[in-house]
């Protein structure tokens, strides 16, 4: 077993049976598109990319829905209403001419705050946000979080023209969507279609929240764009995509109700407080890897521990595994994040540790710590 010790193990990304991407620019995933590590974040506690912080809280008022009921406005007026609110945002990197990656966002406040996704600005050092009317700004990293593909970024502005904001908890099934961004390069990009599903959860082994499905044609590029309802309100924040030769249509967003409180507290700390992490980062184990490197065919995998947490004090280390929490067997990798969800920072959480090298389990109690 001692020549499989420093092993690198890739975490696994635990997807639905087609490909589920990401959507930055029009770049291969892993270039500008990358999704970003499943449980990064989610459990090893790491810290999120902040450049501002201390900011103050924005008020933004989700809008009701007008007493008119009818079937809304026009496409060409909702284009017109949200398309000055729409921006273009180009990544680089060090002093790379070239952008890494490209997206959409979508101008949150008068003054400057501006929401993207997470995938869009990862590894990012420096951000050009271009408004409809080709006007060019730098723009400011402000936080971003991994697990719920949230970003915001801000720009040295006032008088911007803010987007309007619906409730998507009154969204139903079969309302039409209009889609704004800038797919595969092309800004200003308008597509419709209409709200197909609802909560659905695509990756199981990431703590998300649930999206939004929509038939409207969302493509590389329309990655933190606006999902609008037929009132021209901003009801999600287009993020990923099944792509298959087999299915067409089917795109997805992030609920703008469940996006706000995420957005808020990276504006005011730069990043999600009071998540509770355990400190590790996992491998989901199973028939293939598990058996064939002397390992359980269940559990997850501890790949690496964070320096200072608590688990690392009490001397459990790489290699072992997670098979049991707070009563629950932990088969996958999603069993330890459901039963994560239920703790804060600072409290304990029981587990069982298998260890290879001895073929012997024993127990730990976890103080956790709060995710950064």
Known sequence: MEKNKNKKWPLVLVMVAIICISLGAGVSIGKGGKVPDPLKGILDGNKQVSNVTGNKRPDVELKPIPENKDDGYST??????????????????????????????????????????AHVVDGGTSVNVVFNDGAQMRGTIVGADSETDIAVVKVSANGLIAAEFGNSDDLKIGER???????GGLASTCTEGIISGLKRDLNSSVRSLRLIQTSAAINPGNSGGPLVNRFGQVIGITSAKIASVDY?????????????????????????????????????LNDTNGPINGLPNHGVYIASITVGSDLANKGVRERDVIVEANGVAINKSNDLLKELQKFKPGDKMNLVIYRPETDKTYNVEAVLMEAK
């Open 248 to 284: 067409e249509g089917i795109g997805f967003a992030i609920p703008i109700t469940d996006a706000l409180p995420i957005i808020q507290s990276l504006i005011e700390n730069g990043y999600v407080t009071g998540r509770a992490v355990l400190g590790v980062q996992v491998i989901e």
């Open 76 to 117: 060409t007026r909702i284009f017109e209403k949200v398309n000055p609110s729409v921006v273009s945002i180009n990544v680089y990197t060090g002093t790379s001419v070239s952008p890494a990656s490209s997206g959409t966002g979508i101008v949150m406040t008068e003054d400057g705050y501006i929401i993207t996704n």
């Open 177 to 183: 969507a209009i889609a704004i961004g800038n797919a």
